[in-house]
């Protein structure tokens, strides 16, 4: 069973500063990691992929992996209270492989 | 900005009876996904279609679930005789190839009810 985990929260931070998500991965064979953004009763939103080893960033965002550890993270700079959501990991595995898998997200808080 | 839309937003249906969920994914995009997410719970992968056809299902899409693509827009997804465990959010994506630059968008998703 390939999982996906992430600690579920809620993270709370005073807006204005950085947030930190995390997320870790089972299956090595992985190839592409994706942060979505889900408020309550609404869909995903992709806000950052990432498919090799480092950083990439995107305006407040910065999305970090590390396949050796089978790890991904998420910055969140300058976090403001349209930021609280809950924060959803994405991998897709192998080679061929369509689906993704998700993990059961995390909840951020910015505190105004 | 080209996005997923799906309709309706909300469907209530008694056990026993099928459903059509419709999706209409953006226009240039080649690969159609449907997963689902049941209340307080991980989203979860239904099935890929590519070309006319399943490329990939999970073992949630069993012989219950069947997709389509009528025409060329509409990408819909039956469930021949629903059960109350089916009641969840279903959401609608699509890509633009499956390759390494797979980014899935999703579409508002449609709230089915099973009573």
């Known amino acids: 069973q390939k999982e996906v985990e992430q600690n579920s929260g809620p993270l709370s931070v005073p807006e204005g500063a950085i947030a930190s998500l995390n997320c870790t991965y089972s299956d090595r064979g992985s190839q592409s990691f994706f942060w979505y953004r889900q408020y309550s009763g609404k869909s995903p939103e992709l806000i950052m992929s990432i498919y090799s080893n480092g950083d990439k960033e995107d305006g407040r965002f910065t999305a970090q992996l590390n396949k050796a550890s089978q790890y991904v993270s998420l910055l969140i700079r300058d976090s403001q209270p349209s930021d609280s959501a809950t924060y959803l990991c994405a991998v897709r595995a192998s080679t061929g492989r369509r689906a993704l898998t998700f993990g059961s997200g995390t909840r951020l808080q910015v505190q105004p | 900005e080209p996005e997923v839309t799906q309709t309706p937003s909300h469907q209530v249906t008694q056990m026993g009876q099928e459903v059509i969920l419709r999706c209409v994914p953006i226009?240039?995009?080649?690969?159609f996904y449907w997963y689902r997410q049941i209340l307080g719970q991980k989203v979860e992968f239904l099935v890929s279609?590519?070309?006319?056809?399943?490329?990939?299902k999970s073992e949630i899409f069993d012989d219950q679930f069947s997709v389509e693509r009528p025409d060329g827009s509409n990408f819909t997804l039956k469930i021949r005789s629903t059960k109350l465990e089916d009641s969840a959010m279903y959401f609608c994506a699509s890509s633009l190839s499956g390759l390494a630059g797979n980014e899935q968008y999703f579409g508002p998703g449609t709230r089915l009810t099973v009573t």
């Open positions: 279609f590519y070309n006319n056809e399943i490329s990939e």
């Open positions: 226009s240039n995009h080649l690969y």
